[in-house]
């Protein structure tokens, strides 16, 4: 046991008031209501956090615009670019403050916490910051001829969208917070952020170091409080953008809210119901190991994971075999336990949730390991495999966002590709083989915006990332993101 001390600034941060921060302070009435922040390993509340009100989400959109028309529109692209590369260094400064703070809330281990939500984070607000310089229309030669000696030139800008309202969901808090502030600030836009109720802090806590840095208040502002608020935020006239990430249901309602308040641009990053197919000349150790981390870190609660595994019938039973063992050497315990892996599930919400998936893998499926709740305060679930009686079920179709695999044997290729299109969902899928000319023959076949070879859930900041079908619109990273968030202008000029 190698339980981690808490550090006095994080005591001290969780120990004050909290509430919405708006225009470069945190602004909250004494009379908002008041939601719980809970400790998912032991099931406590560890802070309390006022919702914001109508008029808080009026004032941090007016704060917004402001900071948009004025300052931030006024900040040359190499500033925005430095002011995003100091905030990245405050992040690390600050590392070991935020990786507490996130793993309190979010039961996610301190070594998740300080290598993604802390590591990670810094790094694609580094990569981010490299495009400041960068975003430029283009010059373009009209194509209609000339009518009376006339001659004709045109090029295009991009311009910032607005204001953008940027909705975090519990799973990442940090990492998810930064893409949507990195994506906005780089190209010019302001942002308004609403985290998940659940895991409010951090992004709180990053909006004060944003200030320490030089970004100038209002260009980020925070609200807090649950789904109400995203939805007053996402309908807000002063909006013209809106960022979800977040479950397929709240990005239905996020889109219907955007279209009907004067066509909002959208981007939806949402579930997904990943497949992983491991042919038959598969590296079982090498797809294993792979296959563990990505569907097992952070107790499964990762959009891209891998729930979904297609195992050639010859192997299958070998790769079971494995993948339990590994699961068995998993240390399940406190977040803030170095030796520990395998924490609670976020909230006792989706705790119950995928207390549900078990007793459907139990009386449809056969459950090879796992299953069942730990006996324990907390969330706390055991690493479960389970194996599909046959390809209709219920665990091969639906998302459980939760530390479970499901299995089912396949004869041939052909089938492996239908099976893992076999979902409305679309986001990523892999493939395990030393064949590549064959891995690569079936990538275009598969229905998904990212697919690894002999690898799952790994995202860098210059590879675009986003789903097909069910699993959201639009692209974050690479050079893709910008698209979203700027309108081009064409400029003809005749001489
Ligand atoms: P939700 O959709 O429930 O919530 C996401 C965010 O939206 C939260 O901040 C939530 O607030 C807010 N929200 C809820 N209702 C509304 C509304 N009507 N209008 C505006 N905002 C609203 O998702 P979860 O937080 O439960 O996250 C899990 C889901 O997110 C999974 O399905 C997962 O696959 C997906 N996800 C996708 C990722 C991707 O990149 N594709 C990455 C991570 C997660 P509150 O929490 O306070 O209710």
């Not at 939601?35 to 009026?58: K, R």
Request: glycine share 10%; proline share 5%; net charge negative.
């Amino acid at each position: 046991m190698s339980q981690v001390t808490l550090l006095p600034v994080v005591k001290a941060f969780i120990a004050k008031g909290h509430g919405s921060f708006i225009d470069g302070q945190t602004q909250f009435s004494a009379a908002a209501a008041c939601l719980p922040v809970i400790d998912p390993s032991t099931g406590q509340t560890m802070a309390s956090v006022h919702s914001a009100s109508a008029e808080d989400v009026d004032a941090a959109v007016a704060s917004a615009r402001k900071a948009f028309h004025g300052v931030w529109a006024d900040t040359p692209p190499s500033q925005k670019g430095y002011l995003l590369s100091r905030l990245a260094d405050l992040l690390e400064a600050h590392g070991e403050e935020l990786a507490q703070l996130e793993s309190l809330c979010s039961g996610k281990s301190i070594h998740v916490s300080r290598a993604i939500e802390v590591g990670q984070s810094a790094a694609f607000l580094r990569y981010y910051a490299g495009w400041a310089s960068k975003i430029n229309g283009e010059t373009i030669s009209p194509s209609f001829p000339s009518m009376a000696g006339e001659r004709y030139s045109a090029f295009t800008l991009r311009e910032p969208v607005g204001v953008v309202a940027g909705i975090v969901p519990w799973n990442f808090a940090v990492m998810i917070g930064i893409w949507k502030i990195a994506s906005a600030l780089v190209t010019g836009c302001t942002v308004v952020l609403k985290p998940s109720e659940y895991t409010p802090l951090t992004l709180l806590r990053i909006a004060e170091l944003a200030i320490e840095a030089g970004i100038p208040a209002g260009v980020i502002n925070v609200l807090t409080g649950d789904g109400a608020v995203g939805q007053r935020l996402t309908a807000h006239a002063g909006i013209s953008k809106v960022s979800l990430t977040g479950s397929v249901a709240t990005g239905k309602a996020v889109g219907k809210s955007a279209m009907d308040a004067n066509l909002k641009r959208v981007t939806l990053e949402l579930g997904g119901k990943n497949p992983a197919g491991l042919l038959q000349d598969v590296d079982a150790d090498l797809a294993v190991a792979g296959l563990i981390l990505g569907a097992y870190t952070h107790q499964g609660q990762i959009c891209a994971s891998p729930e979904r595994i297609f195992v050639h019938r010859s192997r299958i039973d070998e790769v079971i075999d494995k993948m339990a063992k590994g699961l068995q050497q998993m240390k399940i315990g406190s977040p803030l336990d170095e030796s520990v892996n395998f924490g609670p599930l976020a909230n006792r919400a989706h705790y119950e949730k995928v207390l549900g998936f078990f007793n459907c893998a139990h009386a449809e499926s056969s459950v090879i390991c796992g299953g069942r709740a730990i006996e324990r305060p907390g969330y706390f679930v055991e690493p479960t495999i389970v194996l599909a009686g046959n390809r209709d079920d219920r665990l091969l179709h639906e998302e459980t966002f939760g530390p479970v695999t499901c299995f089912l044997p396949f004869d041939d290729d052909e089938e492996l590709v239908d099976l893992m299109n076999d979902s409305p969902f679309g986001l990523t899928a892999s493939i395990w083989t030393n064949n590549l000319s064959k891995a690569f023959r079936m990538v275009p076949r598969i229905e998904a915006g990212t697919v690894w070879i002999n690898m799952h859930t790994f995202l860098d900041p210059a590879v675009p990332f986003g789903g097909v079908k069910g699993s959201g619109i639009g692209r974050e990273f690479g050079g893709a993101f910008i698209d979203d968030y700027t309108e081009l202008k064409s400029v003809i000029l005749r001489y």
